[in-house]
């Protein structure tokens, strides 16, 4: 049975904003209600017999519970898009993890005795995939995830709250899919590409071109769309329309591409975040910048019918 009240998570974000555009240009849905932690005169949607948002912390436990059984019971809501993941890849710690794990587990747990709730859709990240040069570099769904324990934070938070809801994948009463969407190439989604491009000149390990998948807004929100009006469980791949080399990605941005030994990178970009406060980081993006990693989407397509429409817009 398709969704028609909705809370979205993490709904002050661009990607957030426009799940709720799409969501509310669809009449089947009744009502959506939106949550983050700006006030509500942060968001350039006003408030309607169809929407309404409320502030709310998601890094703390009593007004998760407030939440789900004061509000959202009372507004009958029957589907969770739970979206909101901390974007800075330089910030972790407790609240961090409080945010991009625990939030994650606790609304799961809740929903599962709500008395209203039935569908539960989480949008994960292609960035918990292992991308190794003795791994394909087609990815399924199947695709082993990254479960060093070196990695970073960012990487970790983002496995441990996709596999915390994967187990409950057909042992819940929930209908659950968990969404493992390509990287949105936007500003202020937490796109370590997009950061990556904001500088004039461009480094990238010398003697390597990976091929990069990335998905546009209005797709990335179409798919979550697609999601609540279906009944289908399980991991599905979200790609995007454009899968280009990191050289021609660079170009097509306007941006000077310099080849450099790899082991100068790391440092380089270090220098860069301290000095001028950028986000991106070397150590999350290594071995992406060395192989491909392009998602498989055919599960997608014949489950939720979703297939990438909407290109990237590039700078003319």
């Known amino acids: ?66 939440l789900l059984f004061g509000v959202v019971r009372a507004r009958g809501i029957d589907a969770i898009l739970h979206g909101a ?38 949008r994960s990240s292609a960035a918990v995939y292992t991308i190794v040069g003795d791994k394909p570099s087609i990815i399924d769904e199947e695709h082993p995830l990254n479960l060093t324990p070196a990695a970073p934070q960012w990487i970790r938070d983002r496995v441990e709250a996709d596999l915390t809801v994967c187990t409950y994948i057909g042992l819940s009463r929930l209908r659950i899919a968990v969404l493992r969407c390509a990287e949105c190439l936007a500003p202020k989604t937490g796109s370590q590409i997009y950061d990556y491009l904001q500088s004039q000149v461009c480094l990238r390990p010398l003697g390597f071109d990976p091929m990069l998948n990335l998905i546009s807004l209005a797709d990335a929100a179409r798919a979550q769309a697609l999601a609540l009006r279906s009944d289908e469980q399980g991991i599905f791949n979200i790609p995007g329309a454009d899968t280009l080399p990191l050289s021609r990605v660079i170009a097509r941005s306007g941006r000077i591409a310099v080849p450099m030994p790899e082991p100068l990178l790391g440092p380089l970009y270090r220098l860069r975040s301290a000095t001028i406060g950028t986000d991106f980081r070397y150590d999350l993006n290594h071995w992406r910048f060395h192989f491909s990693g392009v998602l498989d989407g055919r599960r997608a397509a014949a489950r939720l019918g979703y297939r990438p429409e909407a290109p990237l817009v590039w700078p003319s």
């Open 1 to 66: 049975m398709p969704a028609k009240r909705v809370l979205v998570t993490g709904a002050t974000t661009p990607l957030g904003l426009e799940v709720i555009r799409q969501l509310l240009d669809d009449p089947a849905i009744e009502h959506v209600l939106a949550v983050g932690r700006e006030p509500a005169g942060a968001l350039p949607i006003a408030a309607s017999d169809r929407f309404s948002y409320e502030q709310v912390d998601l890094r703390r436990s009593r007004e998760r519970r407030a």
């Open 85 to 122: 993941l901390h974007r800075s890849a330089q910030l972790s710690g407790r609240k961090v993890h409080e945010l991009n794990v625990e939030a994650t587990r606790e609304l799961l747990h809740l929903a599962e005795r709500h008395p209203t709730i039935e569908r539960f859709v989480f």
